[in-house]
Nanobody, 115 residues
Framework: QVHLVESGGGLVQAGGSLRLSCAAS????????MGWYRQAPGKQRELVAM???????NYAESAKDRFTISRDNSKKTVYLQMNRLKPEDTGVYYC?????????WGQGTQVTISS
């Protein structure tokens, strides 16, 4: 069984930065994609960024040039560095893992950006 625990959310002013972390427990592999999704109030959950290994990343258009996803396979942890934050980045950020077709989700961490 795999469990994901996010941390690092909070309240920051527009233009600020946050770093989210997601630590996995259980057996996972570096080829298992891990990613971050965001759910804003009243909206569907959407992909923010995903990483399959060190060099293979994918970003939502809104996250490009501002966010960086990375992972430390030795710690089974994925990170999301978020810079130049905007109020529209507000939402609950969920960590996601695809373990050979089985999805796992964290409990979410709230990110609130004030204008």
């Amino acid at each position: 069984q795999v469990h994901l625990v996010e941390s690092g959310g909070g309240l920051v002013q527009a233009g600020g930065s946050l770093r989210l972390s997601c630590a996995a427990s259980g057996t996972i592999y570096s080829i298992n994609p891990m990613g971050w999704y965001r759910q804003a109030p009243g909206k569907q959950r959407e992909l923010v960024a995903m990483i399959t290994n060190v060099d293979n990343t994918n970003y939502a258009e809104s996250a490009k040039d501002r966010f960086t996803i990375s992972r430390d396979n030795s710690k089974k942890t994925v990170y999301l560095q978020m810079n130049r934050l905007k109020p529209e980045d507000t939402g609950v950020y969920y960590c996601h893992l695809d373990r050979f077709g089985t999805p796992y989700w964290g409990q979410g961490t709230q990110v609130t950006i004030s204008s």
